[in-house]
């Protein structure tokens, strides 16, 4: 199976920061990474897929980019409701379909 | 509005069953693959298991082979999550998920039910 690593793990960061994350796959998954938020006792929420496109409806301050093992996700400047914990996903050639451990993100 | 919602879960014991629905609300649910995918509270995601459109394909994560079964049933707009052989370590929130048909083999979820918790303990 396709091992995910998020880092940092943990974040703590102001309203107006730029914020980036980065997940890192155990082979190369080519763009086949998505990127999902999640809120306390909410269902996540796809943020970008295929590495780098922007979902319908979600702020154009988010942003994703990377391809091959290496990947990132860049919040442009943070806004209170994105204190959240963040997740990628690999759908790379065949299943499982695999996340990265989560990283919470927090203010200061 | 557009929507997924889950029901059936539960407590049961270790080695008992229990069915999980999944009905879908305002959009063509015959034209998704879906999926189910869980959580252990405080914890990461886990996918559990995929079926195509038709119900023709299924895959499952390997921590579920030969003891869930997921189907679904299009007239009713409704997937399920048959649940066997159940162990502590199913316990976790359990979510559908939705693929949309121009996902292409990404596999990303564009809309998610609320989740329905299982607990599975003596």
């Known amino acids: 199976d396709i091992q995910m690593t998020q880092s940092p793990s943990s974040l703590s960061a102001s309203v107006g920061d730029r914020v980036t994350i980065t997940c890192r796959a155990s082979?190369?998954?080519?763009?086949?990474l998505n990127w999902y938020q999640q809120k306390p006792g909410k269902a996540p929420n796809l943020l970008i897929y295929a590495a780098s496109n922007l979902q319908s409806g979600v702020p154009s301050r988010f942003s994703g980019s990377g391809s091959g093992t290496d990947f990132t996700l860049t919040i442009s400047s943070l806004q209170p409701e994105d204190f959240a914990t963040y997740y990628c996903q690999q759908s790379y050639n065949s299943f499982p379909i695999t996340f990265g451990q989560g990283t919470r993100l927090e203010i200061k | 509005q557009v929507q997924l919602v889950e029901s059936g879960g539960g407590v049961v014991q270790p080695g008992r069953s229990l069915r999980l629905s999944c009905e879908a609300s305002?959009?063509?649910?015959?034209?998704?693959?879906m999926h189910w995918v869980r959580q252990v509270s405080g914890k990461g995601l886990e996918w559990v298991a995929v079926i195509s459109s038709a119900g023709t394909v299924q895959y499952y994560a390997d921590s579920v082979k030969g003891r869930f079964t997921i189907s679904r049933d299009n007239s009713k707009n409704t997937l399920y999550l048959q649940m066997d052989s159940l162990r502590v370590e199913d316990t976790a929130v359990y979510y559908c998920?939705?693929?949309?048909?121009?996902?292409?083999?990404?596999?990303?979820?564009?809309?998610w039910g609320r989740g329905t918790p299982v607990t599975v303990s003596s």
């Open positions: 082979q190369s998954i080519n763009n086949y």
């Open positions: 998920a939705r693929e949309p048909p121009a996902a292409h083999n990404h596999w990303y979820f564009d809309l």
């Open positions: 305002r959009f063509t649910f015959s034209s998704y693959s």
